[in-house]
């Protein structure tokens, strides 16, 4: 099981960041960019007007999540 470094780096690695990939074809090094700072690049960066309406809804503002909601929600989950 990976540390706590990498699955940090997995969930918020940027556009700079180069992994190493092994598959089938070979080995290859590409850019990294995880699905938090993607996902914080493409719609909450940027002027959410300029979205499609539905988008927007999906993207609206929400109150801060502490690690103990994340926990709590994880726990529920089984």
Do not use: Q
Request: glycine share 8%; with cysteine; aromatic share 8%.
């Amino acid at each position: 099981m990976p540390d706590s470094t990498h699955a940090y780096i997995t969930i918020t690695g940027t556009r700079d960041d180069k992994v190493t990939v092994t598959g089938s074809g070979g080995t290859w090094t590409t850019e990294y960019e995880g699905p938090a700072d993607r996902f914080e690049r493409l719609y909450l960066k940027r002027d959410l007007s300029a979205l499609s309406g539905r988008t927007r809804d999906l993207v609206r503002e929400c109150p801060p999540t502490t690690s103990s909601t994340w926990d709590r929600a994880r726990r529920a989950a089984g």
